[in-house]
């Protein structure tokens, strides 16, 4: 069984930055993808960055010069670093981690950007 936390969620203004982490407990298998998915009120769950095993990353474009995600060298915690961040950004984002052909989620941390 996986579990995956998140933390690092809450209220910023409008250019600020936050940096979320989520760490992975459990036993998962090697080879695993990493990242973030993000769902605000009455939208769909979507996909925002993953980083591979191999450190290779990829961003959806709204995010892309802004957000910057990493994993330790261990390959149990993965985190992403917002910056200059917009109303549009207020979601809940889950974590997740794809093992042994499941994928697993987060519970999910809010990030709310208001003035």
């Known amino acids: 069984q996986v579990r995956l936390v998140e933390s690092g969620g809450g209220l910023v203004q409008p250019g600020g930055s936050l940096r979320l982490s989520c760490a992975a407990s459990?036993?998962?298998?090697?080879?695993?993808?990493m990242g973030w998915y993000r769902q605000a009120p009455g939208k769909e769950r979507d996909f925002i960055a993953v980083?591979?095993?191999?450190?290779?990353?990829n961003y959806t474009d709204s995010v892309k010069g802004r957000f910057t995600i990493s994993r330790d060298g261990a390959q149990t915690k993965v985190y992403l670093q917002m910056n200059s961040l917009k109303p549009e950004d207020t979601a809940v984002y889950y974590c997740?981690?794809?093992?042994?052909?499941?994928?697993?989620w987060g519970q999910g941390t809010q990030v709310t950007v208001s003035s």
């Open positions: 997740y981690m794809k093992s042994g052909g499941m994928v697993y």
């Open positions: 459990g036993v998962f298998f090697s080879g695993n993808g």
């Open positions: 980083v591979t095993d191999n450190g290779n990353t």
